[in-house]
């Protein structure tokens, strides 16, 4: 449209009214994945927030420690009702190597940041890993990453 003075603004990408809670399973995959690999994601922009590799203690038999620390206030379109934390690991070819999920609701975090930590045991090589907070009936999502690289031992 070409029309002085006007500007047209529109959804990127492709627009279904189909509210996320009556997704598919499929579809929901699909929506996780698309944010876990995208920069820009197509179903929406999701917050963003800092996700760290931090060294294992001793005693556990991980190899891998992620935390990811986020303001429940930089959030706070993601927590009403429940939501999901999902944590994922992708090897150098972008194939899925580890995956953890946790439901929770804001009620279980009563301090205004919050550090989610999960653990993991992998074999030497590189890997990304995202870490994704997102509301289970609105689909609305805050994501967070960093590579790593671990060594022989």
């Known amino acids: ?3 002085p003075g006007c500007e047209v603004h529109a959804q990127k990408g492709y627009y279904s009214p189909k509210p996320f809670r009556e997704y598919s399973a499929l579809e929901k995959m699909l929506h996780l994945v698309d944010l876990a690999l995208n920069e820009d994601p197509v179903f929406q922009v999701p917050v963003r927030f800092s996700v760290a590799t931090l060294s294992c203690p001793p005693d556990k038999r991980a190899n891998l420690c992620l935390a990811a ?8 379109e993601v927590l009403p009702g429940k939501f999901e934390i999902v944590s994922i690991i992708f090897d150098d070819r972008g194939n899925t190597v580890e995956l953890k999920r946790e439901v929770k609701t804001a009620a279980e975090f009563p301090k205004a940041s919050v550090i989610h ?3 993991f045991r992998l074999a030497p090589g590189t890997y990304e890993c995202r870490v994704i907070i997102r509301n289970l009936e609105t689909g609305r999502a805050a994501v967070g990453g960093t590579s790593v690289r671990i060594e022989r031992q």
Do not use: R
């Open 1 to 3: 449209m070409v029309q």
């Open 117 to 119: 930590q999960a653990d």
């Open 69 to 76: 620390e986020f303001a429940l206030e930089k959030i706070q």
